[in-house]
């Protein structure tokens, strides 16, 4: 997993620089960096209802256009964690249409051929003495011609989705973060 300088809030720059399609969401949690992190490291696309039933209406399209469409829902282990600094910065990675389904963090960062690659981030600031803002970033870079051309009719679709989707993933760590902080304090 790749270390960043602590300086270095916006991590995404260093991993992905280059990209051609973004989502990007907050919100703000009463709770201290810490619980936020540890409630954001801890959610995963299945605990949200909204993610599993457009990830298995998606399946059913995709099938048709994509080889080795898994039936089982999408997570967050199917991500490559790419850089992790506790309490405010994670990313975790993606490579798609290429057929290979293991990557480090540095063949990820180094890899410029076909398909695309997506990272997703979060990023915790302290913004009040007992609040957080928390920032979600999704970045997506298609390595082809081919494949940009493809994802922009997808993202078309898509990104409404993907967007309530992330929307969904900051109310689950809100609420859990929340609850954590205020149990304890």
Not at 85 to 91: A, D, G, N, Q, V
Not at 160 to 180: F, N, Q, T, V, Y
């Amino acid at each position: 997993m790749k270390k960043l300088p602590v300086a270095d809030l916006h991590g995404l720059d260093r991993v992905l620089p280059d990209f051609q399609f973004v989502e990007r969401h907050h919100a703000v949690i009463e709770a201290d960096p810490a619980t936020v992190f540890a409630a954001t490291e801890a959610v995963d696309l299945s605990d949200s209802l909204v993610a599993r039933i457009l990830m298995a209406i998606w399946r059913v399209p995709a099938r048709l256009f994509l080889r080795n469409v898994s039936s089982r829902p999408m997570s967050v282990r199917d991500f490559i964690p790419l850089v992790r600094i506790p309490p405010e910065l994670l990313i975790r990675g993606l490579v798609a249409g290429v057929g290979r389904r293991s990557w480090t963090p540095e063949q990820f960062t180094s890899h410029s051929g076909p398909g695309f690659k997506l990272v997703w981030g979060y990023r915790v600031r302290q913004v009040g003495d007992e609040a957080c803002r928390i920032e979600t970033e999704t970045r997506v870079f298609c390595g082809d011609v081919s494949t940009k051309r493809w994802f922009s009719i997808y993202w078309i679709i898509i990104r409404p989705w993907s967007g309530l989707i992330r929307r969904d993933l900051l109310r689950i760590i809100r609420l859990r973060a929340e609850k954590a902080f205020h149990s304890n304090n």
